[in-house]
């Protein structure tokens, strides 16, 4: 399994991105697919994570400002983020536990400047 993340920049607090993973390697019809990010000194903390039929549940941090959605046919899911904070930065990771292994993508880095 591959997972490729991309759409990480540098923004303004308040400003908006999309990160997009896009997955190789699996039957990505089958795959929970998670969101999570790392910052300097801190633990990876989850953000979202989408079902195989799209259903999304978000960390209580970014309910309301993120939307994770899929796109089973390019085998890509995205993360909407707005109205981004400072806290939001570090590098968003990618990942699924199909068919039961760990598979982390490389990330992609998001910076939220004050």
């Known amino acids: 399994v591959q997972l490729q993340a991309s759409g990480g920049g540098l923004v303004q607090a308040g400003g908006s991105l999309r990160l997009s993973c896009k997955a190789s390697?699996?039957?990505?019809?089958?795959?929970?697919m998670k969101w999570y990010r790392q910052s300097p000194g801190n633990q990876r903390e989850w953000v979202a994570t989408?079902?195989?039929?799209?259903?999304?549940t978000y960390a209580d941090n970014v309910t309301g400002r993120f939307t994770m959605s899929r796109d089973n046919i390019y085998r890509t899911v995205s993360l909407q983020m707005s109205a981004l904070q400072p806290e939001d930065t570090g590098l968003y990771l990618c990942?699924?536990?199909?068919?039961?292994?760990?598979?982390w993508g490389r990330g992609t880095q998001v910076t939220v400047s004050s």
């Open positions: 989408i079902s195989p039929g799209g259903a999304a």
């Open positions: 390697g699996m039957n990505f019809r089958y795959g929970d």
């Open positions: 990942y699924t536990d199909y068919r039961s292994q760990h598979n």
